[in-house]
């Protein structure tokens, strides 16, 4: 997976319509090389043709449809996602939900990624959830999880990212959203750092939308985590 800078920072197009997108899209230019397409613009309409646009003007992208169903549906709509030429694709950390995953993209260039624990989430989120361990161990039970069956990455909060490169090393692509530019405000997110701190803890690509896309100036504040990505980079 590309490592420059530019590359490593995902900016989440979470707007409601296709030419709220595009426009967003136009304001960032040259300064955002990787978007994520998650629910609310896919459901809002127009989501999985602007995906196809953006892979087509040589951007990359991220499909966060988060996956989970019974086995057949799992498998044949990741062939269908594959089939839109997109970069990543988001399934559910359930180990039969990333077999079928694994299947429907066989033979295609797609890479999967598991969600493992939201980062909205704390431990008595998933106590609540009925989740008893917490959020560490369940992270770590679906990363090896995931490891085993073939998955090319994870997403995790940055605070596991650390242990979870020393543990599974260099080629598992680890993916944070929960990042939060100093004094951004964190909202509904539960376990954030900052660009370079993530950075620093191992994660290959940072996830950020509202303090990209909620800034007055998108453009300068997707450049300005981009330079503190760049900063926090060892040679
Ligand atoms: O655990 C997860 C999985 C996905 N997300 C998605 O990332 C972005 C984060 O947006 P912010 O505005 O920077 O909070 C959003 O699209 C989520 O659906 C996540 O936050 N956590």
Same mark, same amino acid.
């Given at each position: 997976?590309?490592?420059?800078?530019?590359?490593?920072?995902?900016?989440?197009?979470?707007?409601? #319509?296709?030419? =709220?997108?595009?426009?967003?899209?136009?304001?960032?230019?040259?300064?955002?090389? &990787?978007?994520?397409?998650?629910?609310?613009? *896919?459901?809002?309409?127009?989501?999985?043709?602007?995906?196809?646009?953006?892979?087509?003007?040589?951007?990359?992208? &991220?499909?966060?449809?988060?996956?989970?169903?019974?086995?057949?549906?799992?498998?044949?709509?990741?062939?269908?996602?594959?089939?839109?030429?997109?970069?990543?694709?988001?399934?559910?950390?359930?180990?039969?939900? !990333?077999?079928?995953?694994?299947?429907?993209?066989? +033979?295609?260039?797609?890479?999967?990624?598991?969600?493992?624990? !939201?980062?909205?989430?704390?431990?008595?989120?998933?106590?609540?959830?009925?989740?008893? =361990? +917490?959020?560490?161990?369940?992270?770590?039970?679906?990363?090896?999880?995931?490891?085993?069956?073939?998955?090319?990455?994870?997403?995790? #909060?940055?605070? =596991?990212?650390?242990?979870?490169?020393?543990?599974?090393?260099?080629? !598992?692509?680890?993916?944070?959203? +929960? *990042?939060?530019?100093?004094? #951004?405000?964190?909202?509904?997110?539960?376990?954030?750092?900052?660009?370079?701190?993530?950075?620093?803890?191992?994660?290959?690509?940072? *996830?950020? +939308?509202? @303090?990209?896309?909620?800034?007055?100036? @998108?453009?300068?504040?997707?450049?300005?985590?981009?330079? =503190?990505? #760049?900063?926090?980079?060892?040679?």
């Amino acid at each position: 997976m590309q490592t420059n800078a530019r590359d490593r920072l995902i900016t989440a197009l979470d707007v409601p #319509s296709a030419d =709220e997108a595009l426009a967003l899209v136009d304001r960032l230019g040259d300064a955002v090389s &990787f978007y994520k397409i998650g629910m609310e613009l *896919v459901y809002g309409g127009g989501g999985l043709a602007v995906a196809e646009r953006l892979v087509k003007a040589g951007k990359k992208v &991220f499909l966060d449809l988060k996956l989970h169903d019974i086995p057949n549906t799992v498998e044949r709509a990741t062939a269908q996602v594959a089939r839109l030429g997109v970069h990543l694709l988001t399934v559910h950390g359930y180990p039969q939900t !990333m077999r079928a995953a694994h299947a429907g993209r066989a +033979g295609t260039g797609l890479k999967l990624l598991a969600v493992t624990v !939201m980062t909205s989430y704390d431990d008595d989120d998933l106590v609540a959830a009925g989740y008893a =361990e +917490g959020v560490g161990p369940t992270v770590r039970r679906r990363a090896d999880q995931a490891k085993d069956i073939g998955i090319d990455g994870l997403i995790i #909060s940055p605070h =596991e990212a650390a242990a979870l490169r020393a543990a599974l090393g260099p080629s !598992m692509l680890l993916v944070t959203p +929960g *990042v939060r530019p100093a004094g #951004s405000a964190v909202g509904d997110q539960k376990r954030v750092m900052t660009p370079g701190e993530a950075i620093r803890a191992g994660a290959d690509h940072l *996830v950020v +939308g509202r @303090p990209v896309t909620a800034a007055s100036d @998108p453009r300068a504040a997707a450049e300005a985590i981009v330079a =503190e990505i #760049s900063a926090n980079l060892t040679a």
